[in-house]
Nanobody, 123 residues
């Protein structure tokens, strides 16, 4: 199993910044290289992929966050990050971390999910 724990969500005003983190642990996490991703889900909306980083650090972003969000990983710390700048009220959502064993990172949903951390952006 793989456990994912997100941290550092919060409330900010529009134009502000937050950096989310997701720490991975578990026996299975140490055995494979994982594709890591951030998803978000607003009330009444479908869950959407925000950003993904592959096992060789190729990244992909949904159009609405390109140029504002940056996904990165620190493999030595088993930690995934999402730097979010110039936040907008429409970024308000529960942000969830996902993990999927590589190498095929861009063809399916995560295998493991965290519980999520809330981000609220006020205008």
């Amino acid at each position: 199993q793989v456990q994912l724990v997100e941290s550092w969500g919060g409330s900010v005003q529009a134009g502000g910044s937050l950096t989310l983190s997701c720490t991975a642990s578990g026996y299975m996490y140490s055995r494979y290289n994982y594709c890591m991703s951030w998803f978000r889900q607003a009330p009444g909306a479908e869950r959407e992929e925000v950003a993904i980083i592959s096992t060789n650090d190729i990244t992909r972003y949904t159009d609405s966050v390109k140029g504002r969000f940056t996904i990165s990983r620190d493999n030595a710390k088993n930690t995934l990050y999402l730097q979010m700048n110039r936040l907008k009220p429409e970024d308000t959502a529960m942000y969830l971390c996902g993990a999927r064993p590589g190498p095929g990172c861009f063809g399916g949903p995560p295998t493991y999910w965290g519980q999520g951390t809330q981000v609220t952006v006020s205008s």
